[in-house]
């Protein structure tokens, strides 16, 4: 089978989970109360996505719905690189020459990525935007690029050289060539503008459901339980899961190495991509979930703790407040974060939980 061929192959498998959701789906059982008082429910796309929203006993449903559409359709717009016209297309064009004066959404985005890859020491950075173009990966992309190419993308990644101005709410690039890449955070940070709007107008009970990589519970079940979510197994078919939790007003995000890549002489290139190498990460790990903290912070810290590896992901994860890990490597053994201990539920004999300690 030709490389070429693979990524056709691929790029459909993709499709396919993107329609179902990756990452993970509603586990209900039969005593879910919902199954009386059924949620309204809309689906559409955004962020090259699938987003839906399940709003439960909210008798104004329908305008909350046709609001937060409205409010990601003006983020999606604000920060989609491929729309030239957006205000991060702006400043990356600007790279090198002037300050770019972007909406308040943009700018508190931007300055939380760069307070994240402080935080986390560049593991993540949203600076990469020159290696996500070099690889293209998931767009296209079927070779590694060579190395001279590679080092001089990586020259240009550096959280540091984004200038921020609070006062003039200006955003500068400090060098030609860089790129700022929000794909890693802008949709957990757009889901936490939705959760924010659904507290706001004072709805209970609600399903945030960002492409199935991130869920957002908003409160309880309808009847006070706890939501159950299934984490989907993501080595076999959709409604195959690998562990249940269970939320209460909390969000559940995950990276994984499976969801774009191709395959160049037996390896497997994937799009997240390691700031200190240039390229993507060999490190055994399939996926991290991040359990608890915003939206926002487990877009960021899952990436994070994927370029940090196992020992080091977990120790930055165990002191990082309010958030709990779990790793899925690719020998199927799981590791967790302390708190998590007795609280994750395997459901598939193919997967071990490893005591870390």
Do not use: C
Request: charge should be negative.
């Amino acid at each position: 089978m030709t490389n070429s061929t693979k990524m056709k192959m691929i790029g459909a498998a993709i499709l396919l989970f993107v329609m179902s959701g990756i990452g993970y789906f509603l586990w209900a059982n039969g005593s879910d109360s919902s199954k009386k008082d059924p949620p309204v429910t809309k689906t559409f796309l955004k962020f090259d996505t699938v987003i839906q929203l399940k709003l439960y006993g909210d008798e104004a449903a329908e305008k909350h719905l046709g609001d937060i559409e409205k409010l990601l359709d003006r983020i999606d717009q604000q920060i989609n690189m491929s729309n030239p016209e957006s205000e991060i297309s702006r400043v990356n064009s600007a790279a090198g020459k002037e300050a770019i004066k972007v909406s308040q959404d943009t700018f508190d985005l931007v300055k939380k990525s760069v307070e994240y890859a402080q935080a986390t020491e560049g593991t993540f950075d949203p600076s990469i935007g020159s290696l996500v173009k070099l690889w293209r990966i998931g767009a296209g992309g079927q070779h590694p690029p060579a190395d001279h190419l590679i080092e001089q993308a990586k020259s240009l990644v550096n959280y540091r050289d984004i200038e921020l101005d609070e006062k003039n709410r200006t955003i500068k690039l400090a060098k030609a060539g860089m790129s700022i890449d929000l794909g890693a955070i802008g949709k957990g940070y757009a889901g936490d503008l939705v959760s924010d709007y659904l507290r706001q107008e004072k709805v209970g009970s609600a399903i945030i459901d960002l492409g199935g990589s991130t869920i957002m519970a908003i409160g309880s079940k309808p009847g006070g339980d706890v939501w159950r979510i299934g984490l989907q197994d993501p080595d076999r078919e959709r409604g195959e899961q690998i562990a249940i939790v269970q939320l209460r007003d909390e969000t559940i995000g995950t990276s994984g190495v499976y969801e774009r890549y191709f395959i160049d002489n037996g390896i497997r290139y994937h799009h997240i991509l390691d700031p200190s190498t240039g390229a993507p990460t060999q490190n055994g790990i399939k996926s991290v979930t991040i359990i608890g903290g915003t939206a926002t912070a487990g877009d960021a810290l899952s990436t994070a703790a994927i370029v940090k590896g196992l020992q080091e992901g977990l120790a930055y994860l165990e002191q990082t407040p309010d958030v709990e890990g779990m790793f899925i490597m690719e020998n199927n053994k799981v590791y967790v974060t302390s708190g998590l201990n007795g609280k994750i539920k395997l459901t598939s004999p193919q997967y071990t939980l490893v005591d870390a300690e």
